[in-house]
Every structure is written in structure tokens, then in C-alpha cells.
DNA sequence: CATTGACCTTCCAGCGTCTGGAAGCCTTAT
DNA sequence: ATAAGGCTTCCAGACGCTGGAAGGTCAATG
């Protein structure tokens, strides 16, 4: 099948498909006379194989890996398992980080009028004045 | 006071400084007569706020928006605040999309034993393999 | 058989936010 | 005079695509 039954099938985009296929993600793709990529079941799966792992917020180099492991038939769960941990840590580090950006913010609000007056507590803030209550 | 000062007492490095100054987010520095940078203490204002702003994972774009408004003293708070809610929209929608991860890859990572067997319901989901319990 | 239109090809560029590195100039101290 | 350290510019790369231009292929139609 072509490029672009492949992307409906799969949910990558043919543009994306390419892309993959230029950085090793996927192997290359075989072609027909007239130069067109084709492809398999097979490759449709892999490629929906990395459309969920993509959405579970993984890497490129790390779905790399879960597919290396999945193609793997000899592998450990362990590995997958361990890898999928790291990412998890990594999630959570990055939930903090967006936890105390919004914790701070919405305390800013709060102390903000917001009205057509010009002084603001999120500017001064910022301006790392410090204001006592 | 050259860029490496004005590096150490913003938090800004001076690669960084060049770079903000290179997208127009800072106005262009003074040069010595040997063409190197100099700053004032109002620049590494400037540019501890625009850290700050950062800090609080607002783009280039709307820090831009806030030293205007900033610099503006007839500005209206509501404004101020206004980007900032937007802000926080913006976090939630991360902090959503995180958490929904976070507890798949956490259901997923329980149901995998992570020994030394190659079966692992992590790659089953992600090859979209449906496992009833 | 020619044309149309949809699909495919490659290549280059840009998004956002820096960061690293190379080659070379400026300044200050010894 | 020289050395060391800071400064300069410019190019490239990181991440993961996405858009667009210019042109080739294919299937269906007139």
C-alpha cells in the first residue's frame, strides 16, 4: 500500500512516516517502479506501535528502543519495565515543575486586581520586588 | 559592565543574553570602543525579570508582552492578569495531558512483572493488543 | 491518446529556546 | 612580549515534526 493508506491506517502522517524513515526510526520502505514507498501490515503496525508510545509521551530514541525490545523475542520485561519507570520519573519531574508554575500564578492572580488600574502583583513579582502583606 | 557580569547577576548567561538580544526580546547593548557589550543595572533588571518570567514557563513571546507592560505605566492590571490566567490555561492542559500518562504508564508498569520473561503488557498495549483479565 | 486531479517524490526552511564550539579580537597583568 | 581570560561572530545541533515549492506518477475520464 502507499504512503498515504499507511498514514490513514496507522495515524502517523505520511509527512511523519518520512521523517521516521530519515532518522532510522523505521527501515526503509521499499518502492514501486515508479518510486512510490510501499508498505506491509506489518509496517502499519509498527507504525502504530510508535503512534501510542509517542502518545504515552516516550521519545523518539526510547520508542526506538520498545520497538528493538518488542522485535525482540528473547527480551526481559524487566527492561521495558525499567524504561517505562524512567520515563514515569521523568513525568513526575516534570509535574512538579508545572505544579509549582501554577501554584505560583494562581496566587499571582488572586492578588490581582485585574481591573483598569495599573499596579500588579504578578509584574512585581517578576520585577522580584518584594511586596509584605 | 560587560556581559559576563550582567551573565552572573541576572541569572541570564551570557549566550543566552546574546540570543534575546539577537530576537529582539532586549533592545541591542552599547559597545565599548573594542566593540564588546556593556550593560546597566536597569538591563540586568530587565533581564532578572525576563528570568523570572521564564522561571514561570511563560514563552519569549509573552515575557516580550509582559516587559511591555511592565515598562508601560498606564497599563491596566487586567491585562496583566489576563495573560497570565492564559498561562495557567495553558499548564492545565499540560498538567492533564502528564497525568493522563503518568496513570497509564503506572497501570501498565503494576501489571508487568519486570522479570526475566519476555512477556509485558506494556509492549502488548502499545502493539494495541487487547488483554482481557 | 491526452488531460485532469489526486497522490507521490525530494529538498529546504522554520517552529521554540537555547547551547556548544570554532576562530579570532580585546584587555589586563606579569 | 606574552599569556590568560573574557569577549566577538557565525555555524550547527538539539527535539519532533510541519509547511511549502517544484516536479514525477498513476488512475480515471473525455
Not at 509498527?46 to 526510547?62: E, T, V
Not at 516534570?94 to 481591573?115: F, S, V, Y
Request: charged fraction near 30%; glycine fraction near 8%.
Amino acid at each position: 500500500m502507499n504512503i498515504g493508506i499507511a498514514a490513514q491506517r496507522s495515524g502517523v502522517s505520511a509527512k511523519t512516516i518520512r521523517y521516521y524513515e530519515s532518522i532510522g526510526l523505521i527501515p526503509q520502505a521499499g518502492r514501486t517502479d515508479g518510486g512510490y514507498r510501499t508498505y506491509s501490515e506489518q509496517d502499519v503496525a509498527n507504525l502504530r506501535f510508535i503512534q501510542h508510545a509517542r502518545g504515552l509521551g516516550f521519545s523518539i530514541k526510547d520508542v526506538g528502543r520498545l520497538l528493538d525490545l518488542w522485535r525482540d523475542k528473547d527480551r526481559v520485561s524487566a527492561d521495558v519495565r525499567a524504561l517505562a519507570m524512567a520515563h514515569v520519573a521523568e513525568i513526575d519531574r516534570k509535574l512538579d515543575e508545572l505544579q509549582r508554575m501554577r501554584d505560583t500564578l494562581i496566587d499571582l492572580t488572586r492578588r490581582c486586581h485585574g481591573d483598569d488600574r495599573p499596579d500588579c502583583p504578578i509584574l512585581d513579582e517578576l520585577a522580584g520586588v518584594t511586596v509584605d502583606a
